[in-house]
């Protein structure tokens, strides 16, 4: 998925609605569902965490896969797989790649699994 796509899904206003609010139409629910397989696995969970829990908003690659037990092209594969969801990017500095969470996705997300609050019952 590309960044122009991103910004489109971003900016349609059916994005923003809620999993009570209205049932999805056939487009969005295939975007989502892209989003949440991406999110289905631990290993990217866990590296998503990783990038969008880091001070700077920034993390290199390097320092992303000794905190696995697994190769580097397979730390690269889950990377790229969060990248085709849209919910990370990245850029090329010299021979390491530095990646970052994009907060409209994960804004995308929160909206969309937001369930209205009923002031008169309590948790």
């Given at each position: 998925?590309?960044?122009?796509?991103?910004?489109?899904?971003?900016?349609?206003?059916?994005?923003?609605?809620?999993?009570?609010?209205?049932?999805?139409?056939?487009?969005?629910?295939?975007?989502?569902?892209?989003?949440?397989?991406?999110?289905?696995?631990?290993?990217?969970?866990?590296?998503?965490?990783?990038?969008?829990?880091?001070?700077?908003?920034?993390?290199?690659?390097?320092?992303?896969?000794?905190?696995?037990?697994?190769?580097?092209?397979?730390?690269?594969?889950?990377?790229?797989?969060?990248?085709?969801?849209?919910?990370?990017?990245?850029?090329?500095?010299?021979?390491?790649?530095?990646?970052?969470?994009?907060?409209?996705?994960?804004?995308?997300l929160?909206?969309?699994?937001k369930?209205?609050?009923?002031?008169g019952?309590?948790?």
């Amino acid at each position: 998925m590309s960044k122009q796509e991103l910004e489109v899904i971003g900016q349609d206003d059916a994005c923003c609605q809620g999993v009570s609010t209205a049932p999805l139409d056939d487009e969005s629910a295939g975007e989502l569902a892209k989003v949440f397989k991406a999110l289905g696995d631990p290993v990217r969970l866990r590296l998503l965490s990783m990038i969008a829990s880091r001070d700077g908003g920034e993390v290199c690659v390097c320092e992303m896969t000794p905190a696995f037990d697994l190769s580097q092209p397979t730390i690269s594969h889950h990377l790229k797989l969060l990248r085709q969801a849209g919910l990370v990017d990245c850029e090329r500095r010299g021979t390491w790649v530095y990646y970052w969470v994009l907060p409209q996705a994960l804004d995308r997300l929160a909206v969309f699994l937001k369930t209205p609050t009923d002031a008169g019952v309590s948790a």
